[in-house]
């Protein structure tokens, strides 16, 4: 997902940078209490997409480790 060069002023970049920085919070309970923020004021898609992302990123970056 977080691949390549973006434009920074993109959609794509934010919600990469908002994936990355969900993930740094650290906790389950901390990253879900956000997402669940984000379905409240965004809205269930907005929030799913996010989710899945962050899934995706954090399976990335623990099989990255495992090379």
């Not at 669940?36 to 962050?54: I, P, S, T, W």
């Amino acid at each position: 997902m977080i691949t390549g060069l973006m434009n920074k002023t993109s959609n794509e970049y934010r919600h990469a940078c908002e994936v990355r920085w969900v993930i740094s919070l650290g906790s389950m309970q901390a990253m879900k209490a956000y997402m669940d923020r984000v379905q409240l004021r965004r809205g269930e898609n907005a929030a799913n997409k996010l989710r899945d992302d962050v899934r995706a990123e954090i399976k990335r970056q623990r099989d990255d480790s495992k090379k």
